[in-house]
């Protein structure tokens, strides 16, 4: 079936540090692919998303590519801020049926340093 | 505009109890999903309504659980009886449409803690 895997936390980075958190998955067909991410205290909140295969989903200074020939969505940001502290979960969108839920990894915890 | 919104934010109860759990969407959306996230694993799908009716409730773990949506706004999720590995922190989210265009949009969670 249908599943996203994710690299395990925490991520301890210092402030300004590269940021790389892989995510794989596994589907039929060609899914859209998502970024979530869970502030302290607050839900999950829609981060980035690509919807078909070289798509780069881009949203406050991070960036995914959508890569089918590794089945890959790799979250990256040049320089994290202590800010972007927070859950990260990768996510594809399941079309069979009619439902369109999410399959969602582990989640990574993210720690920046300052 | 509010967002989705979900009560209690934690409840801790008693195995053998009854616990139920509500999720407010935004204002509009026919769309409301549940998903719940077991000790620090992944998200998981529980079930899907549009409108009043249940679209998939395919990732129901068991009937112990009972989900409601009448009138087609708020939802209640009950778990009856509970039991220890029932523990986790519930999701919903609406959304205005199905397909990857229409975001669906996440409540805080609750906390649930089965002693």
């Known amino acids: 079936g249908n599943s996203v895997t994710q690299m395990e936390g925490p991520v301890t980075l210092s402030e300004e540090a590269f940021l790389t958190i892989n995510c794989t998955y596994t589907?039929?067909?060609?899914?859209?692919l998502f970024w979530y991410v869970q502030y302290p205290g607050e839900g999950l909140q829609l981060l980035l998303k690509?919807?078909?295969?070289?798509d780069k989903g881009s949203n406050k200074g991070f960036e995914a590519t959508y890569r089918k020939e590794t089945t890959s969505f790799h979250l990256e940001k040049g320089s994290v801020q202590v800010s972007d502290s927070a859950v990260y979960f990768c996510?594809?969108?399941?079309?069979?049926?009619?439902?369109?839920?999410?399959?969602f990894g582990t989640g990574t915890l993210l720690a920046v340093q300052p | 505009e509010a967002g989705v919104t979900q009560f209690p934010s934690h409840s801790v109860i008693e195995k053998g109890q009854t616990v139920t759990l509500r999720c407010d969407p935004i204002?509009?959306?026919?769309?409301l999903y549940w998903y719940r996230r077991v000790m620090g694993k992944e998200i998981k799908f529980l079930l899907h309504?549009?409108?009043?009716?249940?679209?998939?409730e395919s990732g129901m773990p068991n009937n112990r659980f009972l989900a409601e949506r009448t009138g087609g706004t708020y939802s209640t999720l009950k778990v009856q009886p509970a039991e220890l590995e029932d523990s986790g922190v519930y999701f919903c989210?609406?959304?205005?449409?199905?397909?990857?265009?229409?975001?669906?949009?996440f409540g805080p969670g609750t906390r649930l803690t089965v002693t």
């Open positions: 996510a594809l969108s399941d079309r069979r049926g009619a439902t369109n839920k999410l399959i």
């Open positions: 589907a039929t067909g060609y899914p859209s």
């Open positions: 309504f549009v409108k009043e009716s249940k679209q998939d």
């Open positions: 204002s509009g959306h026919d769309n």
């Open positions: 989210a609406s959304s205005q449409g199905r397909g990857d265009n229409y975001e669906q949009y």
């Open positions: 690509a919807t078909k295969a070289d």
